[in-house]
């Protein structure tokens, strides 16, 4: 039996990863994501798996050091060093907490809560969210963001200017929802500077070592368990978590909490992070994606890591 109140011990948490990266290796289920140009070009065989604790440990298996761009697993970690600054009340109010029940893009979501984005993990409540972190011009506000989410992963992360080019060339979309969001008033800065510094945020390289060690400092309430830096509060990684156990797998939340009950993050070029709060995360890397935009590899690898760890916060017994 695992105990509750910790990962089990250093051997058999070693042995799983392995386990399961073995297990799933070979699942070649999912399409890699083309909407963004380069994202095309990614290996569709990667496959990494990594497991952080709380305590520091670190097991991983696989390409856990190949460097893929963060997509929208920024936005959980923009989302805390917002509230960090500007609290719970006035994240709520703006952003908002609810599931849109549409894909993470979608305009209708936006049209038919007149203009609230509901949450801040689909585009438009990231895009709200980037354009409320700290900083008196978009240059300061980037620097922010790129500060804030290192200090998350414990080491300096750059941006990948060829994701950064590709996304900014056909991001229509985006500018689209930014300039929806100005006329219902919830951006107040030049909406096409907020959807540059969310492209930024989006590019930033990371590998799924640095997801797990992320999503630890998320489950050790705020410090990083590799370099002991205090990055948020106790509260704003409750706040947090909370908005991943409901909107972090997008319209699939449900079924993701349902199945593997976890609060989770994922984004389009492959990767997710998971967290076991007190215990430690899950960061995983594989590019084909479901139809909602989630690795296929990594939700497989993070349901059985969940179970045989008894990381479900669900469970009782
Ligand atoms: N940068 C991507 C976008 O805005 C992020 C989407 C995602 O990872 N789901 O479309």
Not at 277 to 283: C, D, T
Request: net charge negative; charged share 20%.
């Amino acid at each position: 039996a695992v105990s509750t109140g910790s990962l089990p011990g250093w051997g058999l948490v070693d042995e799983l990863v392995h386990v399961v990266h073995d297990r799933y290796r070979s699942h070649d289920e999912g399409v890699v994501a083309t909407y963004i140009p380069v994202l095309a070009d990614a290996d569709p065989g990667a496959f990494g798996v990594c497991v952080a604790e709380t305590s520091g440990g670190i097991h991983e298996a696989g390409d856990t050091g190949v460097d893929f761009s963060v997509q929208s697993i920024s936005k959980a970690f923009v989302y805390a060093l917002v509230c960090e600054a500007l609290g719970h009340e006035a994240v709520r109010e703006r952003v908002g907490v609810n599931n849109t029940g549409l894909g993470f893009s979608s305009v209708m979501a936006l049209e038919l809560n007149e203009g609230h984005p509901m949450n801040p993990m689909v585009n438009a409540g990231a895009l709200a969210t980037t354009a409320m972190m700290p900083g008196s011009s978009f240059a300061e506000q980037w620097e922010n963001v790129r500060t804030g989410l290192s200090r998350f992963a414990g080491r300096q992360l750059a941006l990948d200017g060829e994701v950064y080019r590709s996304e900014s060339a056909t991001n229509m979309r985006n500018k689209a929802i930014a300039r929806l969001l100005q006329s219902y008033g919830r951006i107040d800065l030049d909406p096409l500077g907020v959807v540059d510094v969310y492209t930024r945020q989006c590019s930033l390289l990371v590998t799924a070592r640095d997801l797990a060690v992320m999503g630890a400092t998320l489950a050790d309430g705020g410090v990083n368990p590799l370099t002991g830096d205090r990055v948020v509060s106790g509260q704003v990684c409750r706040d947090t978590l909370a908005v991943l156990a409901s909107t972090g797998m997008y319209e699939r939340s449900g079924e993701w909490l349902f199945e593997i009950g976890l609060p989770a993050k994922s984004g389009v070029s492959g990767g997710i992070v998971a967290v076991a709060p007190g215990k430690g995360a899950i960061g995983t890397f594989s590019p084909r994606l479901d139809p909602a935009g989630n690795s296929v590899r990594g939700q497989r690898a993070t349901g059985y890591l969940s179970r045989a760890l008894g990381l479900n916060v669900f469970a009782s017994a």
